[in-house]
């Protein structure tokens, strides 16, 4: 994996932006991780997300608190299976103001209680990692003080299957919290998911970190593109439009899928252009046995 953001479909991070980690359904998935999943009302496979620094370092809320770090080490440390570049598109003032304040918060613990004072279960000044990145912005809004740019949201711990609070939670804060064990269910918090969903944040780029992983999506809708070897969801970089693809031998329709927009496809253009030059000086030898690796893929 490269270490620097802007590898990401070769689309170049700003500060202030966010990167989202997702983890695909899994057996091997901690118990924390799948909780967090399991209790999203909307994407049910994000788990993390860190806000852009500069150069490829990112400040976020982990485990051990909030902490600097490169992307490459995040990654590293959180296995993520795909990663996501989320464009934040608010001012560049306010965001440069919102990783001034992330960055003043290194050194907090994690919120274990997710608790909207920002305290956690030892009385200390504490984040998870979508907390942070609300607070960012909360606290540095040049027209409304105090007011959050992403869309508002309630904690949930229930299972979005069953609809009852996920054991892991119930155990989690007698634990966590023996004097008042009780889930905190519709508190006022966050959930990377939301983040993810707000209207100022647009999707741009997204990289699948574990072959290993890979699978293809049944559903056209939801199929796999890739630019430069990222994985870029035209879904959820805002499509405006469908197109059918259609059966040639009877014209019946198949299915429908989701249009590149202007940036996706003038970034596919670029690549493909430099891709050419090398191309056009390979051995003709060497690209017919690329071209017959790639036909015995295809079979």
């Not at 490269?2 to 118990?31: Q, W, Y």
């Not at 990654?75 to 304040?101: F, H, M, N, Y």
């Not at 003038?266 to 690796?293: D, I, S």
Request: net charge negative; proline share 6%.
């Amino acid at each position: 994996m490269e270490p620097i953001i802007s590898s990401l479909a070769g689309i170049k991070s700003t500060p202030g932006d966010l990167v989202f980690f997702h983890r695909l359904p899994s057996e091997s998935a901690n118990e924390f991780e799948s909780a967090v999943v399991f209790s999203s009302r909307l994407d049910s496979s994000v788990y993390h997300v860190a806000v852009v620094m500069s150069d490829g370092w990112v400040v976020h809320a982990v485990c051990d608190g909030v902490r600097e770090e490169s992307l490459a080490q995040a990654l590293l440390s959180l296995q993520p299976d795909i990663v996501e570049l989320g464009r934040v598109e608010l001012g560049a003032e306010w965001k440069t103001r919102a990783c001034e304040w992330a960055r003043g918060q290194i050194g907090s613990a994690y919120n274990d209680l997710f608790s909207p004072e920002c305290i956690d279960s030892t009385g200390r000044r504490a984040f998870y990692c979508c907390q942070l990145a609300a607070e960012s912005y909360k606290s540095t809004n040049p027209t409304d003080p105090g007011e959050s740019p992403f869309l508002p949201h309630k904690l949930n711990f229930l299972d979005s299957q069953t609809g009852e609070i996920i054991p892991y939670w119930v155990d989690y804060y007698r634990e966590k919290c023996p004097q008042s064990p009780d889930v905190p269910q519709d508190r006022p918090g966050s959930h990377p998911s939301i983040l993810r969903a707000s209207p100022c944040v647009r999707m741009v780029a997204s990289r699948l970190c574990n072959m290993k992983r890979f699978a293809v999506p049944g559903d056209l809708v939801d199929a796999l593109h890739f630019i430069n070897g990222a994985r870029v969801s035209l879904k959820a970089s805002g499509a405006s439009h469908k197109f059918d693809v259609i059966e040639p031998r009877n014209g019946e329709t198949l299915a429908q899928c989701e249009a590149a927009i202007e940036w996706q496809v003038e970034e596919v253009a670029r690549v493909a252009q430099k891709a050419q030059q090398h191309w056009a000086l390979t051995p003709w030898m060497e690209r017919r046995g690329v071209l017959k690796r790639t036909a015995g893929e295809m079979v």
